[in-house]
């Protein structure tokens, strides 16, 4: 059974409906990131599970017991906000133990305890500091510190990283990802960073207007996304979405100049190929286009595009031609010597192309 | 003892404790303000007079009410003293606050010069005036002492004039809130507005009247509310000041309404005056409080 | 920019003397009356009678203000103001302490459990600033009689803690309306309830508000004379009420002097408030004026 069970959920204020019948499972020591585009309904999910809102229809449990009445602190859940929620007229050890006190916890228990949490963060020369005096990331550290203290069943975050600059930001993840890695802890993750979600989680679930539009694993999701939506949002650059007509077992889309591209498989998927004859769209990313330096293998089919642009990104380039009226983007590798306005061979990695209804936006297998 | 409560039941409290906790505030609102609205309202349809009387009889006190006299000059007292008040307070303070605003030495003593009447009793302000005002002690006795003979100021004792000398008064009360008012809306504006418009040649004047006034929008449409509602319910003043006086030279409808209720035996007009003095202000702050409200959505 | 800029400098001399000087006239225009009261405070009534009302007095005498203090005639016993200074602190600290209390509880309930209808409620609270209390007088009298508080200093505490609540829960509301709500799910995770959340996390966090609003309801109860005249009876009357009968009684000779002493007596409370703390007042006159 599962440690985290989110059964058919729904929630809505009013007339809006803002999560609709959602499910997602979380096994123990699971780090189950949520991402989305704000308003997707994230952190009403996480809310609802932290109890600070009621769901309207469905279930939570945890370790098979609904948790759906019970009040937040009831249900042994810690959780680090987004704006670290430290309280501004307490210190940091204050902070810290708040927690326990509400619980009546006797003052030496917390003290050693809240002593433990912060040797383990490396804050100890920070307990008598007021929030006010702390930097981002401290404040950041205090904030989990007190999640840690009460030694919750489950942690939840929501954007926790988001009001940190950008090395801040890389570092404060490692070390999230090295909590999970040392407590085992079982973590429920809100993000709008689609890097985030693929660096920290071992489970994602990308939500848009309050529906999971795929859960699955980092992989499962970059590499198999469900529909255009997830394709577009995981992936930085994204997923290139080209419109392209089916005919036989060619996929065909257009130039910049004019002339067509054409893409030869050995065998299309059945959903594919019977659209003989209609525009399909053709999802691939853009490290699946490289220049011929590349080791091309068979599956690959080679063909001169014009470069309009060309971005060097350091330990890649990043081209940028026209297919299919659409800018799409290629990375190639750092020693290219192409340039902008001139025409370069390209490999495109045939197995790594995925294909989508243009109208529905589903995938088509 | 928390979790020996059924977690359903428990739930129910904690979700209805907050409205617990401010009932009674609104219990008292809406005895105390709507409700006594709504009995002033009855009463001012009936005929009551040294006591309330249930009796009805339909507007019958609101046709006495506009065939007064006193009522008539009342309401155009509170139109001249209203529309003076306002546009001299708005106008002075806005002055003020501009000159203020010129990078003054000596700010942080003029500031709160002028706006220390505000934290005094209308009572003692018309005190204060009442006796400079007056011809045989005031200024005008000053200014005679000093030599200069022919001057005259007796509007306090003037019928006709009396009505300014609150306006004085009042004024000499608000202004400097006013000023206050505009000038946190100054240096409210965002300072790269202004560098724009330095870049683009705005001279000082062009700079006021062309960008930071037209900004200060919101501020004077507060100070219009506020001040509005001071004048309609200006009565304090009045009494200490004047009295109304000479004769009913000064009544204003806040001491039309008292004198009528509670030494004139009239409480059905009197009632029906407050009923009307209410509309005057609800017009003015309904409007202004509804769209505040829906703007913070 | 420096050819646009040139001819403010070379007028600017002229210009700043004469901002100078209309900026000090009004110094003079908002403080001549308070001297004029201090100033004639201070002098013997032939002096008042015979000299000039500027000038400052020949004899220095404190006469005035221990007549006004405690011997002058109000009404109709020589009691002077003193008996109705302490009506009024007995009326103002009352009033204050409860109304500023629940207003804090009101902001806090308005802004942080929000409800279905909370906006109305608020909306009726705050429209309860601004009638003219002339609208609940009559309805006002007849329920302190009722419930037996007319004519006493307790039935005007119950007036303005009334009356005095729209702007309270206006004052908590907008500023616990900035306070993050993150801290208040926060302490729920922590397994703070309604109250300890609000005892420990918000009222500590609240002193500046509490001033403002101290200060508001205290210089608003104070300097109340509406309330008072139509309310108190003679010995619940307040210093409001009790200077206006001292100045304007037409018996015997007008003491200027005392009226004068009265009156900077009266004041004195609310003067002090505001020198000591003039930055929190007019924060709430601020407050007070810019809603929502």
């Not at chain 2, 004039?161 to 609150?166: D, E, G, S």
């Amino acid at each position: 059974m599962s440690f985290l069970q989110i059964d058919k959920v729904c929630k809505s204020f009013g007339p809006i409906n803002v999560l609709r019948d959602i499910s997602i499972d979380v096994e123990e020591g699971g780090f189950l990131v949520l991402v989305g585009p704000s308003g997707c309904g994230k952190s009403t999910l996480l809310n609802t599970i932290a109890g600070l809102e009621k769901l309207t229809t469905g279930e939570i449990r945890i370790e098979g017991n609904v948790i759906d009445d019970l009040a937040p602190a009831d249900r042994n859940i810690a959780m680090v906000f987004q704006s670290y929620a430290l309280y501004p007229n307490m210190n940091v050890g204050q902070n810290i133990s708040f927690g326990l006190e509400m619980r009546g916890m006797p003052k030496e228990e917390r003290d050693a305890k809240v002593a433990e949490v912060a040797k383990t963060l490396q804050i100890e020369h920070l307990l008598d500091r007021k929030p006010g005096q702390l930097s981002g990331g401290q404040r950041q550290r205090v904030a989990m510190g007190r999640a840690l203290v009460r030694n919750p069943k489950l942690f939840l975050f929501d954007e926790p990283l988001s009001n940190l600059d950008a090395k801040l930001r890389v570092d404060m993840r490692t070390e999230i990802k090295r909590m999970h890695q040392t407590f085992g802890s079982t973590i429920v993750y809100v993000t709008h960073d689609q890097i985030e979600a693929m660096t920290l989680g071992t489970r994602i679930a990308v939500l848009k207007d309050g529906i999971v539009q795929q859960y699955g694993t980092p992989a499962e999701i970059y590499n198999d996304p469900s529909n255009m939506f997830v394709a577009d949002f995981m992936g930085s650059p994204a997923m290139n979405l080209i419109p392209a007509t089916v005919n036989g077992n060619r996929v065909e889309m257009t130039r910049a100049d004019g002339a067509p591209l054409v893409l030869s498989f050995d065998k299309l998927p059945a959903t594919v190929s019977a659209r003989n004859g209609k525009e399909v769209m053709v999802g691939i990313r853009p490290e699946a286009i490289t220049d011929a330096a590349g080791r091309g293998g068979d599956k690959c089919i080679q063909a001169a595009c014009r470069i309009d642009v060309v971005e060097p990104a350091g330990a890649d380039i990043y081209a940028i031609t026209v297919l299919g009226g659409k800018e799409v983007v290629t990375r190639l590798h750092q020693d290219w010597p192409g340039m902008a306005n001139q025409s370069a061979e390209l490999l495109f990695n045939l197995e790594k192309i995925v294909f989508f209804d243009p109208q529905s936006g589903e995938r088509l297998r | 003892m928390q979790h020996s409560l059924p977690g359903k039941a428990e739930a129910t409290l904690r979700e209805i404790l907050p409205r617990l906790v401010l009932s009674p505030s609104l219990f008292l609102i809406l005895l105390f303000v709507y409700g006594f609205i709504l009995y002033t309202g009855y009463l001012s349809l009936t005929d009551s007079r040294m006591l309330p009387s249930y009796d009805l009889q339909g507007l019958e006190n609101y046709a006495r009410l506009w065939g007064q006299r006193n009522w008539i000059t009342a309401l155009q007292n509170l139109a001249i003293f209203g529309i003076l008040y306002i546009l001299i307070c708005s106008l002075l303070g806005l002055v003020l606050a501009i000159f203020l605003d010129q990078k003054i030495r000596g700010e942080g003593i003029l500031r709160p010069i002028y706006l220390y009447p505000m934290a005094l009793s209308f009572i003692v302000t018309g005190t204060a005036w009442k006796w400079f005002l007056d011809p045989g002690l005031g200024l005008e006795n000053t200014m005679h002492l000093w030599g200069w003979e022919s001057f005259s100021f007796d509007w306090i004792k003037d019928r006709n004039m009396a009505i300014y000398t609150v306006v004085i008064a009042a004024v000499w009360q608000s202004s400097g809130f006013v000023m206050a008012m505009f000038l946190a809306g100054l240096r409210g504006i965002d300072s790269e507005i202004l560098k724009a418009a330095q870049m683009d040649g705005a001279g000082r004047w062009s700079l006021y009247t062309r960008i930071m006034i037209p900004q200060l929008r919101p501020v004077f449409l507060s100070a219009f509310v506020v001040l509005a509602h001071l004048a309609i319910k200006a009565y304090d003043l009045v009494i200490a000041l004047t009295n109304g006086g000479p004769g009913r030279a000064t009544e204003l409808p806040a001491t039309f309404m008292y004198s009528y209720t509670f030494t004139r035996n009239q409480m059905g007009v009197g009632a029906s005056s407050a009923v009307i003095m209410l509309a005057m202000i609800a017009s003015i702050i309904v409007p202004y409080l509804y769209a505040e409200l829906r703007e913070r959505r | 920019m420096s050819h646009s800029s040139q001819p403010a400098f070379s007028s600017g001399r002229l210009l700043r003397a004469c901002l100078y000087a209309v900026l000090i006239l009004f110094a003079v225009y908002y403080l001549l009356p308070l001297f004029v009261m201090l100033v004639n405070s201070v002098k013997t009534l032939d002096e008042i009678r015979g000299g000039n009302m500027m000038s400052l007095p020949k004899n220095f005498t404190f006469e005035p203000w221990l007549t006004a203090w405690s011997s002058a005639q109000i009404g109709v016993e020589p009691t002077g103001l003193s008996p109705y200074f302490i009506n009024s602190i007995l009326m103002v600290v009352p009033a204050v302490t409860i109304s500023t209390f629940l207003g804090a509880l009101n902001g806090y309930v308005l802004t942080k459990w929000r409800f279905p209808g909370d906006k109305v409620v608020f909306g009726l609270m705050l429209f309860a600033c601004f009638i003219p209390f002339q609208i609940v007088l009559i309805p006002m009298a007849r329920v302190l009689g009722a419930i037996g508080l007319a004519g006493t200093t307790s039935g005007l505490v119950l007036v303005h803690v009334v009356y005095g609540l729209g702007f309270t829960t206006l004052f908590f509301r907008n500023y616990y309306a900035a306070f993050p709500d993150e801290l208040i799910k926060a302490a729920k995770m922590d397994g703070a309830g309604f109250w300890r959340t609000f005892t420990r996390i918000l009222l500590p966090s609240s002193g500046p508000i509490i001033v403002v609003t101290v200060i508001w309801q205290f210089t608003n109860i104070w300097n109340d004379f509406l309330f008072g005249a139509s309310f108190a009876d003679f010995d619940s009357m307040p210093m409001t009420v009790a200077l206006n009968n001292l100045v304007s009684s037409s018996t015997g000779v007008k003491e200027y002097n005392v009226h004068f002493a009265g009156a900077v007596l009266a004041a004195l409370p609310t003067l002090i408030v505001y020198v000591v703390s003039g930055r929190y007042f007019v924060r709430g006159l601020m407050a007070g004026a810019v809603k929502g």
